[in-house]
């Protein structure tokens, strides 16, 4: 594996970086998360449950399989 010393990096993805490196930490986080609307879990404030496998069981009836929140 090449150390960090040795790769060649591209003038434009250093102009990128370096551009990048100059913006206010405000800004970079801004742009740094994407706000996606999930289905059912936007659709209510909070939810609260007993136990954890009261919460699996509601997230395997409830929410759309692309989220994630299935079991395996």
Do not use: H
Not at 13 to 32: G, N, S, V
Request: with cysteine; net charge negative; proline share 8%.
């Amino acid at each position: 594996m090449d150390s960090p010393a040795t790769v060649d990096i591209s003038p434009e993805l250093l102009a990128e970086f370096d551009a990048a490196r100059r913006r206010p930490l405000a800004l970079r986080l801004r742009y740094a998360f994407i706000r996606t609307y999930k289905p059912v879990l936007d659709d209510a404030p909070y939810r609260a449950f007993e136990t954890m496998e009261e919460y699996r069981q509601w997230c395997e009836k409830n929410l759309p399989e692309w989220l994630g929140y299935g079991r395996v």
